[in-house]
């Protein structure tokens, strides 16, 4: 084994580069070849609704309101607080080399920080990664450890809209972790006319986006099939030095009508990339070399770039049937799979520089560790629901398969990453059934209640020949059960003024085995919630209170990039939140939003780790003809890096900025040309915005700064 994972380890970086380029642009000819013209095309570029998916910026509504040019509103008829951001906002203010963290960065009570892998940290209303959802077209997303990957998922000019409930919704709300929220992802639609689109994007860091997309539009011989394919190709040099990345998507969606009502939606999205492995710098060495170092140019040292290297690999598919049979009766199906494969992510064992070379081979030799992984997910969500005459009753079901594998080797870095021992090997299992049962009732024209149960039942599986926590062989299965309740209401003021409120019972499975004699209970919440939303042509207006009991919170601390979970007893989180935007005229709106939130242990009465005590985002936006403007402002409170408020944090905010300039048919054969610039953390902060861990070795803390003043711009060609 340690001769095979000798030879895994010495991919080269120049082989990884040229393995992606070949592959994009394999992807990008084989496309160009395959979309036929299709009789009867225009040059429109409005999109359908269909199977979840929304309209694009185009065919939204009128330009000079509030509730368009809001980058977040709260529908009428939620029964959670919600935050809707539309692909109107996306396509103006998103770099096209961001990721969906970035879109969400701007709702209330959401804290997105840098991370040295290609996922960022996200928080909201204190709760980590893993502790809440994150769905792409209805589908939950997770691994093993019930984290999701915010970089390597989508990329953003694929995406429809993206919603931020803070809420653990209704009874058909499934997923892991519904008590702390969900990110809602939904797919754009394809166009129904033919187009190309080509897109090409440069900024600082030698920051590089190449992309080719095809449209089919309508296509008569097929009962009005639609599907559009979408590569695209980025790099970058990265803030920090020596952290650069690569990364090549391929996105394809089809919607095939089978008849006047049922269609069919098939759904594939891969996507691979290479990167530099950062795990944070050290006070010493940010107060030594800047707030932008990352990774050393010497072979000598444990934080060498050569050294410290990852590459991922993801897939997503489904296939959908939404159909509805008349009578009231509606079925939604989608069967999907998703996998996630990491065959490498090696590391020095401790990059903050406080722990001397040395292996068995050489005494002056660097040491290291690899930690590969892979899991693949088998599922299907299925919903039946029947309308009645005075509302409607929905039964569900979210099933789950998620086999996988992990392990941990220890490396002689110098001699070609050499295998010296194994730290941990594991053969994991994660299966889920949430089958549930919801009912809509109309007690007055406008009072809609909503109350359901939902089962969820989770075993986890370990077959391990090695566990990081004793050291020795484990194998063994656990399996938990609970019914969780949910009652909600929304009662409709005025035709653009609802309230309402929620309560609701969430549930949550360890996240990794922990070790023998931990409390491995699983983690129970109550939810309390109410609010309410205002909608006008001059102004949004949308506010709410919360307060959640939380039991059995299962924290974790991470050394050597390994996370250590332990038992955290109870916490009680709270806040109050508040979004709106104000329509001043002449192509001008006002934005902002805010939340006071707090996250205590119930039994030290001291802050969780990474829940910061308030959010702030405020900004100016103007759309008049073909230009679009925004200033955005986001501001986040102090918190603590770790649990018994150890690391505390500052308060950080960033401004930025967006131009985008879009002209119609400027030529005969040209559909649209659309040019964007925009200036990230215009004040060129580089404080520190967050705690990454301890390092291997020496245990030291590390830290992540804020990128500092960055330009981007982009070209987009659709003919």
Same mark, same amino acid.
């Given at each position: ?5 000798? $030879? ?45 998916? +929304? ?54 009570? +959401? ?23 994150? !769905? ?85 011989? /097929? ?142 030799? +660097?040491?290291?560790?690899? /930690?590969?992984?892979? @899991? $693949? ?122 309230? @309402? ?23 129970? !919440? ?38 250590? @979970? ?48 308030? !959010? ?95 330009? @981007?711009?982009?070209?987009? +060609?659709?003919?």
């Amino acid at each position: 084994m340690g001769r095979q994972k000798g $030879r895994q380890m010495r991919v080269s970086n120049t082989a990884d580069r040229r393995r992606i380029k070949r592959r994009f642009i394999d992807a990008a000819l084989w496309l160009a070849a395959s979309v036929p013209p299709v009789a009867g095309a225009t040059d429109a570029h409005a999109q359908t609704t269909d199977l979840g998916t +929304v309209q694009t910026s185009d065919n939204a509504g009128d330009v000079n309101s509030a509730v368009y040019q809001a980058p977040t509103t709260t529908p009428l008829t939620v029964t959670q607080p919600t935050s809707v951001i539309d692909k109107h906002y996306i396509e103006n203010n998103i770099p096209q080399t961001a990721n969906f963290d970035k879109i969400i960065s701007v709702a209330p009570s +959401v804290m997105v920080q840098p991370s040295g892998s290609t996922d960022a940290k996200i928080s909201i209303r204190g709760f980590q990664n893993g502790q809440f959802n994150v !769905t792409l077209d209805g589908i939950p997303l997770r691994s093993f450890n019930l984290s999701q990957h915010s970089g390597l998922i989508i990329m953003t000019n694929d995406l429809g809209q993206v919603t931020v409930d803070r809420g653990p919704g209704t009874a058909s709300t499934v997923g892991d972790a519904t008590f702390g929220g969900t990110v809602a992802l939904q797919t754009k639609s394809p166009m129904p006319t033919w187009a190309t689109t080509a897109t090409t994007s440069y900024g600082s860091f030698n920051t590089q986006l190449h992309g080719l997309q095809f449209d089919s539009g309508l296509i008569k011989g /097929a009962n009005g099939a639609s599907f559009f394919v979408d590569t695209q190709y980025t790099k970058s040099d990265g803030y920090s030095t020596k952290v650069a990345s690569e990364r090549e998507s391929v996105a394809l969606k089809l919607q095939q009508p089978l008849s006047d009502n049922t269609t069919l939606t098939f759904v594939s999205i891969s996507n691979n990339a290479v990167r530099n492995l950062f795990q944070g710098a050290s006070l010493a060495q940010i107060a030594a070399y800047g707030p932008n170092y990352g990774l050393s140019s010497s072979p000598n040292s444990q934080g060498y770039a050569g050294y410290n290297r990852e590459s991922w690999k993801t897939d997503f598919e489904y296939l959908g049937l939404k159909s509805d049979y008349g009578d009231g009766w509606h079925l939604e199906n989608k069967l999907y799979t998703s996998g996630f494969d990491t065959p490498r992510q090696d590391a020095g064992l401790d990059v903050s520089g406080n722990t001397r070379n040395g292996t068995i081979f050489g005494a002056t030799n +660097v040491p290291g560790q690899a /930690a590969p992984g892979s @899991y $693949r997910s088998y599922g299907d969500v299925i919903a039946l629901t029947k309308d009645l005459p005075d509302g409607a009753v929905k039964v569900g079901t979210w099933a789950d398969h998620l086999p996988g594998h992990r392990a941990g080797f220890n490396l002689d870095m110098t001699l070609a990453e050499k295998y010296i021992s194994t730290k941990y090997t594991q053969g994991v299992t994660l299966d889920t059934v949430q089958p549930y049962v919801e009912a809509d009732w109309k007690a007055l024209p406008d009072l809609t209640i909503t109350t359901g149960a939902k089962y969820a039942y989770v075993t986890r599986s370990y077959n391990s020949l090695i566990d990081p926590n004793t050291g020795k062989p484990l194998d063994y299965a656990l399996t938990w059960a609970k019914v969780l309740p949910s009652l909600a209401a929304n009662y409709k003021l005025s035709s653009n003024w609802s309230v @309402y409120a929620q309560a609701a019972e969430g549930f949550l499975t360890p996240p990794q085995i922990v070790p023998n004699g931990s409390n491995i209970q699983p983690q129970t !919440t109550w939810n309390y919630q109410a609010g309410t939303s205002y909608q006008s042509k001059d102004f949004t207006l949308a506010g709410d209170v919360y307060y959640i009991d939380f039991q059995n919170m299962i924290g974790s601390r991470t050394i050597g990039g390994l996370a250590n @979970y332990f038992n955290a007893g109870g916490a009680i989180y709270k806040g109050i939140e508040i979004e709106g935007t104000v329509h001043v005229g002449n192509g001008f709106s006002i934005f902002g939003n805010g939340s006071l939130n707090s996250a205590k242990s119930t039994q030290t009465g001291q802050w969780i780790a990474e829940a910061p005590n308030a !959010t702030l985002a405020a900004g100016l936006i103007y759309q008049e003809g073909n230009w679009y403007a925004s200033l955005t402002d986001k501001w986040v409170g102090s918190r603590f890096g770790d649990v018994g408020q150890k690391q505390p944090l500052s308060p950080f905010n960033q401004l930025d900025m967006a131009i985008t300039y879009k002209v119609k048919n400027p030529l005969p054969n040209l559909v649209a040309v659309t040019a964007k610039f925009g200036i990230s953390n215009i004040l060129d902060s580089r404080a520190i915005a967050d705690f990454a861990g301890y390092s291997g070795g020496s245990g030291t803390p590390l830290f992540f700064t804020q990128i500092g003043r960055n330009i @981007y711009s982009s070209l987009t +060609v659709q003919f």
